[in-house]
């Protein structure tokens, strides 16, 4: 009995820390990758610019054409709403008044074409 407290203990000690040492998934263009809108999105911040590319299922870019985005940024502190609009190939882009580092927090509100609003919480930074 003793052995097998143990080792559901270890379990929950373990197993829990594995999954945490991982970290957010890197993308193509450095950023960090969620699935969100039947697909993967990408966010790369750098500067006062955010950059969110958008692929599908199998991690090849689609279009940004007829996206739209916004992203509420929480830096320094402060907080904003970016407005992510379509540029070339699959990416959405966006100036704000402030400067990417560590600490950074986004979310996105994307909605594809012909979908509703899909939420994405990031890091990108972390």
Do not use: C
Request: cysteine-free.
């Amino acid at each position: 009995m003793f052995i097998r407290r143990l080792l559901v203990a270890l379990w929950l000690v373990v197993i829990p820390g594995m999954a945490s040492a991982h970290g957010p998934a890197r993308g193509p263009n450095g950023g960090q990758m969620q699935d969100l809108a039947g697909g993967h999105v990408e966010l790369v911040a750098k500067g006062s610019e955010l950059v969110l590319y958008l692929f599908d299922a199998q991690n090849k870019p689609m279009p940004a054409t007829g996206a739209s985005a916004t992203a509420t940024v929480l830096a320094a502190g402060q907080q904003q709403t970016v407005a992510l609009v379509a540029g070339d190939g699959n990416a959405l882009r966006g100036n704000g008044s402030f400067d990417a580092a560590p600490g950074l927090k986004v979310v996105v509100s994307l909605t594809p074409p012909g979908q509703r609003a899909q939420l994405g919480r990031f890091t990108p930074l972390d």
